[in-house]
């Protein structure tokens, strides 16, 4: 359904903490987490998993067994962004080229990943008037 991890000797390697934010565009899928709140204290915490499919199936079996969690997050993607978008305030948009990993939902990876054209041709004073078809690979 998604691209798996594109290093899985990686996954739970990462930092816990990770960007905030979308920025449009996505490079490699670094890992899928499952966070989890406990009901008696403690801190929050993930499974890292290398597939969108194996962490779906984790967090439904915790959520089914494990009656020490208040709550069992649905999986988010950790993704690298080489480049992405920022969108400082509606219709303002800037390039910016410091990579960054940030948590997204999976269906965020449906669009397609960002190619050397992707954020030139969506910053063209001739994008289309939704330039989101471009993130959407429908321009």
């Not at 490079?27 to 403690?42: A, S, T």
């Not at 915490?45 to 199936?57: I, P, Q």
């Amino acid at each position: 359904m998604y691209p798996p991890a594109i290093d899985p000797t990686k996954v739970g390697e990462y930092s816990a903490v990770a960007g905030a934010g979308g920025g449009y565009v996505w490079d490699e899928v670094l890992e899928y987490r499952v966070w989890c709140h406990p009901k008696e204290g403690g801190d929050d915490f993930y499974y890292a998993y290398t597939t969108y499919e194996e962490a779906r199936d984790k967090a439904d079996l915790l959520r089914d067994t494990d009656e020490t969690l208040a709550k069992v997050e649905a999986p988010l993607a950790l993704i690298l962004q080489r480049e992405h978008i920022n969108e400082p305030s509606p219709g303002e948009y800037e390039h910016v080229t410091t990579e960054r990993n940030t948590e997204w939902p999976p269906e965020f990876l449906s669009r397609p990943r960002r190619t050397e054209r992707t954020i030139p041709e969506f910053l063209s004073q001739d994008a289309p008037p939704n330039r989101l078809d471009i993130l959407r690979g429908l321009a």
